[in-house]
């Protein structure tokens, strides 16, 4: 193998505690606005956020600012809040182990262009060579050429690649769909359906996968 491509929302990094601080002020301007109590703002805003899952908007905080008129900027919300974006313990090690076996690595988002700000703001953009996010390509995974466009950039074919995402239907499906090896990350013991090439638990695993030194 080559490359080695990653997610990043549950895979690398979580940012569970952002969105858990800025819910509350979502609820608070919507029932302002919309004149309702805060739990039937969090029930309007919930239904259209889980109403869209896996959709082109869904990756896209600002769009359901927009959508609710909010004049919230998640942008704005990651530079504030960056301190709540909670690296997983296994992936420094994990990267610094790959980069200095000689592996290409890359990372592939349905998220849009901020996906590289909250890298930045973490200390992990550095670890890529190449961040490809929906915005880039005008897609999300599992579509085949948001893949590709990475794997091109980086100067491998898909058989020598790795994925590793916490998505069966996004990451594990996709990289599947075009060849590609499919590390499924499963950190909270789902059921995989015998999907993903391999699963692993946590990053450290990825030693095993890759047959230990490159």
């Known amino acids: 193998m080559e490359a080695v491509l990653f997610d990043i929302d549950g895979t690398i990094l979580t940012e569970k505690p952002l969105v858990m601080l800025f819910l509350p002020q979502v609820y608070d301007k919507l029932s302002k606005k919309m004149g309702i109590s805060k739990d039937e703002a969090r029930e309007r805003f919930l239904a259209e956020v889980l109403g869209r899952r896996d959709t082109y908007d869904w990756h896209d905080w600002n769009f359901f600012f927009r ?84 794997l091109e950039k980086l100067g491998v074919e898909p058989k020598e690649a790795v994925m590793v995402g916490d998505s069966l239907s996004q990451d594990v499906y996709g990289a599947k769909n075009i060849g590609m090896t499919a590390v499924w990350i499963n950190r909270n013991g789902d059921r995989g359906y015998n999907m993903p090439d391999y699963e692993i638990r946590t990053l450290y695993e990825l030693r095993k996968v890759l047959g230990g030194e490159k």
Request: proline share 6%; aromatic share 14%; no cysteine.
């Open 67 to 150: 959508l609710f008129d909010l004049g919230l900027k998640y942008e704005e919300l990651l530079e504030r809040y960056f301190h709540k974006l909670v690296i997983y313990p296994d992936t420094v090690p994990t990267l610094e182990w790959l980069r200095e076996a000689g592996y290409k690595l890359g990372v592939v988002t349905s998220g849009p262009s901020y996906q590289r700000l909250k890298l930045k703001l973490v200390g992990l953009l550095e670890y890529f060579d190449v961040v490809v996010t929906r915005d880039d390509i005008g897609t999300i995974k599992p579509e085949p050429k948001i893949f590709l466009h990475a």
